[in-house]
């Protein structure tokens, strides 16, 4: 793969690309320090950690009309989200920083004759606003819950919002007659683009964004209308077939049950394949069993909130090394979190004799296999703990996926990151949460999602899920003997210490019980090197693309300790983690083993 520049997409000219290139190892440490010269190149980043600048643009339009001089705006999708960021807010940041905090939401203007499928798909964005000393905790809060608005809905509720199609909810009975007081702005400020151009607010520090102007001539009403309308009908009609969400949707959630394998038209449902009732070798599996959500972490903290309201709260338990948000909703909402960072079987000795001491826990959180070590739990040991001591299981297959692994029986809920292998095109987050129907708490969970469960993923980003998905099955195979190849070589060469893969791992017995008879060991691998410079050479001379995230349909390479806990790298030692690891995600490229191969030539050139 050609050198992608600092702080270009990945993959590059994507408006929603999920990476962000930080080609050498230095600006890793850049990027982590804060430091301007990578900070200030980034295009974008990964979305959880980076807000797309659609999002921000957004922001400072909805703040520039509505809010006050100073605030600052996070968008969320639905007054429910927001409210929670904000009760966050309420609850961790400082008493002093909470003037000027407010919400206000954003609706489809009544007034406004628009078509039935936009309002199918509820447009609504709602901001929460705050003072710049209030932002690092709801960035907390983004960050930690995927609740946060996706960057296709903002750039299309913006466009909306622009041309005052979407209004204050409180205002919306009444915004005809304000619209037309206050006018509408010069029409060379109004612009009309795809929502996937690249240049779209997404291209760097120089796009500029014009305010509505208050003094403008009042247009005539019909002219009005009649642009609104071809603005919709444009925005819709070429780039997004409503029609096609609802089946879309459906086709996802049967290709996570497995029952859908070969690529189908979504013109009509019934072109799609049954659910098979013991699809995923679970009796009474239901289609509805499957929730789609905005994103991987979204899975988790829903996953964590609703068993919080479908059992006695009580503190949870991380077992394994965690993915690093893991730990923190575990944390941060609710009673707490016990923490087994090594993921053991005497781990589990020790979880066994709390257990047997009476300590008693709302569920336990793990990865399978986990991030980046590739080791795996003992889900056999921990079901039968979890049956006899009462706490749920949940299971991330992110990294094993459902194509090479099933751990739906031995858990209560499995969740995934859609937006990784799933995907594997980098330009889209998605995830999902699978309720185990034979689960003990499957009725309790089941009511509260009934009541609680909102369904936010954006219309657009189920569509470019879906389109991505269809090869799925075919990716896997094919991403599964890359990775084999590459830790043969990996392995074979003297200056590699260690080679982390759940083939090679000791805890290979415990990722067998699950493999799929088809199934391989997945397309994630990590590696050390005798020494710090050694990896830095090997980062810095390896021809793949170099960023945050995984599961992409080609090479992604990262110093995943280094990004992922910079402020922590003793604590992560102290698991075993070495501060120095280098994970690669592996891709569909021919000869990747050459690609290896010459990034060990340049730090063999590493003088001892």
């Known amino acids: 793969m050609p050198l992608i520049e600092l702080g270009d997409s990945i993959p590059p000219n994507t408006a929603h690309a999920v990476s962000v290139s930080l080609p050498t190892w230095k600006s890793n440490v850049g990027y982590e320090e804060g430091e301007q010269w990578v900070i200030g190149s980034m295009i974008t980043g990964y979305p959880r950690f980076f807000i797309h600048k659609s999002i921000q643009a957004f922001g400072r339009d909805i703040v520039a009309k509505h809010g006050i001089t100073g605030q600052q705006a996070m968008l969320f999708p ?49 901001a929460v606003l705050f003072t710049p000393e209030v932002f690092p905790f709801a ?41 037309q007081k206050l006018g ?43 642009e609104s309308s071809r603005f919709l009908e444009e925005r819709y009609g070429r780039n997004l077939d409503l029609s096609l969400v609802p089946n879309a949707k459906s086709a996802i959630r049967r290709r996570i049950a497995g029952v859908l394998t070969a690529d189908v038209e979504l013109d009509s449902i019934t072109s799609l394949p049954t659910m098979d ?38 503190k949870s338990i991380n077992f394994g090394f965690p993915y690093v948000d893991t730990l923190k909703i575990l944390q941060k909402f609710g009673p707490g979190a016990i923490f087994y960072g090594r993921g053991s079987s005497a781990d589990l000795d020790d979880l066994e004799d709390r257990l047997k001491n009476g300590e008693r826990f709302l569920g336990l959180f793990c ?39 099933n751990v739906l029986p031995f858990a209560d809920v499995v969740v995934s990151s859609l937006t990784k292998i799933f995907s594997g095109d980098c330009n889209v987050m998605g995830g999902s949460m699978i309720l185990n129907p034979n689960s003990r708490y499957y009725a309790s969970m089941k009511r509260v999602m009934t009541d609680e469960f909102e369904d936010t993923y954006w219309a657009e980003d189920v569509i470019f899920m879906e389109r991505n998905s269809r090869d799925f099955k075919s990716r896997i195979d094919r991403v599964n003997a890359n ?23 000791e805890s290979r017995p415990n990722y067998e019980v699950c493999k799929l008879p ?53 604590w992560a030692a102290s698991f075993g983690v070495n501060p120095d690891l280098l994970r690669i995600s592996v891709g569909l490229e021919d000869d990747l083993t050459s690609v290896i191969t010459r990034a060990l030539e340049a730090a063999e050139a590493v003088s001892n």
């Open 139 to 179: 960035k907390q809060y983004w960050q930690h819950s995927g609740d946060g608005v996706s960057s296709r809905r903002a750039e299309f509720c913006h466009g909306l919002f622009k041309e005052s199609i979407l209004v204050l909810e409180e205002k919306a009975s009444s915004s005809r007659t304000l619209q």
């Open 78 to 126: 639905t007054r429910k989200t927001a409210n929670r960021c904000l009760e966050f807010i309420r609850d961790k940041a400082p008493q002093s920083a909470l003037v000027d905090l407010g919400l206000l939401h954003l609706v489809l203007d009544p007034a406004k004759k628009t078509p039935d499928a936009l309002q199918s798909v509820m447009p609504s964005i709602s």
């Open 277 to 314: 009732s013991n699809a995923r070798g679970i009796s009474n599996f239901k289609e509805d069993d499957i929730y789609l959500v905005p994103c991987g972490m979204n899975a988790i903290f829903t996953t964590h909130q609703t068993l919080l309201k479908a059992r006695e709260p009580q």
């Open 367 to 405: 990865e399978f296999p986990g991030n980046p070590l590739l080791t795996c739990p003992d889900l056999v040991r921990i079901r039968r703990l979890a049956d006899t001591y009462d706490f749920a299981v949940v299971v991330d297959e992110t990294v094993g996926t459902f194509m090479n692994v």
């Open 483 to 505: 990775t084999e190849a590459i830790c043969e070589v990996l392995r074979a060469h003297p200056l590699v210490t260690n080679v982390y893969y759940p083939k090679y791992n």
């Open 518 to 570: 088809g199934g391989g060991y997945g397309g994630l691998l990590s590696c050390t090197l005798e020494t710090k410079a050694h990896a830095m050479v090997f980062y810095d001379a390896i021809e793949t693309a170099k960023g945050p995230s995984l599961g992409t349909n080609f090479t992604l390479t990262s110093p995943y300790v280094l990004l992922a806990h910079y402020q922590e790298l003793d």
């Open 184 to 226: 509408r702005g010069p029409k060379r400020y109004r612009r009309q683009a795809s929502i996937d151009d690249s240049k779209n607010g997404s291209n760097g520090g120089h796009h500029h964004h014009y305010p509505v102007t208050l003094d403008a001539p009042v247009e005539d009403d019909t002219t009005d209308t009649l």
